[in-house]
């Protein structure tokens, strides 16, 4: 508590030193609220580690300049994930601490420093590590609550891949672009101020900052997870204002801000290729399962016994290394992993959760001809060569489709939110 407290005594008086557009007053103004989202509050100190964390990833030079540009869009960023970080409390969505270490881990593996190299950096930059925990928990509790209250109404049906696999075909020969992408939705209502924040970030990117690092602090879809990196896609998969852009715009230039579907897009073109299709796949899966063997002609008594059993399991599965974990408490079921496997080759009952379970998320009991089995997907497709395979297909539009209900999800959390701006 000392060390903590020392901490933001010393951070206090570096945002005063530092974020003179914040407030001009002393170290104890460094906890004045500058919003309160609900029953939250956003303090000056809440948003001057942000700040500087944003900058630290992003690999931005802390200039006045640079903060004030950032400062708009990382407030309503903030805004944005206290409503998340709220829905997901309301709605139980739970995410272990190991999870969050392990993605800390991960970014320090990254950087090539140990974790408490990594802690050290953050502290010596103003950034308390809880800072990061904090927003990776947020990140991951609105991803798992968006899957949970969301994908059960995305189905992805035999004829919408099939129209999209003619759709390819037809582009035999076209270009395709790798892009990346920062949303900031305009579903607040404040066009000029969203406008203007995508300029900000547009500015800022043309100054040599990180697109992955900006795309994952402030676009406001799914995409932010990954970077803002959309894979390769085809101008007919744009909202039409972005494919006009995209399709003059170099590899490495930036591009926007556009007024496209629901807000303002910043995009990047990695690279350009020609489209060459030759045969479709059914496309591969890799997946997690524990499984209850009954005969076919099983007593409903031992049916039922299974499919108890395996939904105790289930609330405690949120990856696919959690089903090795709970494995001990499924006995007689077994687990074991299928590894990459033809969707074809799976159980007819098993392949509609092949195709449209979220990555991570354990399946309901399946029953099938050999029993009861619970099913994670791990992983689907092979990456750039499986692009023409059904399972690829299908995951795509159930992204985009999951994207748009995601965007008005929050969007209805803002309009039903008491929200207060005082800085």
């Known amino acids: 508590m000392t060390k903590v407290r020392a901490f933001l005594i010393g951070t206090a008086c570096l945002l005063v030193a530092v974020v003179t557009p914040l407030t001009q007053a002393s170290a104890q103004d460094a906890l004045k609220i500058v919003a309160v989202v609900n029953e939250d509050v956003i303090t000056e100190l809440d948003l001057f580690m942000r700040m500087r964390l944003a900058m630290l990833s992003a690999k931005l030079s802390d200039t006045p300049e640079t903060r004030q540009r950032l400062l708009p869009t990382l407030l309503r960023t903030m805004i944005d994930e206290r409503l998340k970080a709220q829905e997901a409390k309301r709605q139980g969505i739970p995410v272990a601490a190991t999870e969050i ?25 103003g950034i308390l590590i809880d800072v990061l ?4 928990k947020t990140e991951v509790s609105w991803a798992r609550l968006v899957q949970r209250r969301l994908r059960s109404q995305v189905k992805i049906t035999d004829e919408e891949i099939d129209q999209a696999l003619a759709a390819l ?12 992408q920062i949303f900031l939705s305009s579903a607040s209502g404040d066009e000029v101020s969203v406008q203007q924040s995508a300029q900000r970030l547009k500015e800022q990117l043309e100054q040599g900052a990180d697109f992955a690092a900006l795309a994952t602090e402030f676009s406001q879809d799914q995409g932010a997870i990954r970077g803002g990196d959309w894979g390769w896609v085809r101008l007919d998969m744009l909202d039409p204002p972005v494919a006009q852009v995209v399709q003059v715009l170099p590899p490495g230039q930036v591009g926007g801000p556009i007024r496209g579907a629901g807000g303002y897009y910043v995009v990047l073109v990695k690279a350009t290729r020609i489209i060459d299709v030759t045969t479709v796949s059914a496309g591969t899966v890799e997946m997690e399962q524990i499984f209850w063997s009954l005969p076919s002609n099983a007593a409903e008594s031992e049916v039922d016994s299974a499919i108890s059993q395996a939904n105790t399991l289930i609330p405690r599965v949120q990856s696919c290394g959690d089903m090795n974990t709970v494995a001990p408490d499924a006995k007689p079921g077994i687990h074991r992993s299928l590894g990459n496997v033809l969707v074809n080759d799976l159980p007819v009952e098993v392949q509609p959760y092949a195709l449209n379970q979220p990555i991570g998320e354990p399946s309901p009991p399946v029953r099938t001809a050999r029993g ?3 099913y994670v997907v791990c992983n689907r497709g092979g990456g750039d060569n499986a692009a023409l395979s059904r399972v690829s297909v299908a995951d795509r539009l159930g992204r985009q489709r999951l994207d748009t209900l995601a965007r008005g999800y929050l969007s209805d959390l803002r309009r039903a939110a008491v929200i207060d701006i005082r800085l």
């Open 101 to 125: 270490q392990r993605r800390i881990d991960d970014l320090a593996k990254r950087n090539n420093v140990t974790t408490d190299q990594f802690a050290q950096t953050l502290e010596s930059n």
């Open 133 to 136: 925990a904090d927003q990776i």
């Open 169 to 180: 075909q037809a582009a035999q020969g076209q270009t395709e672009f790798r892009l990346s």
């Open 372 to 374: 009861i089995g619970i």
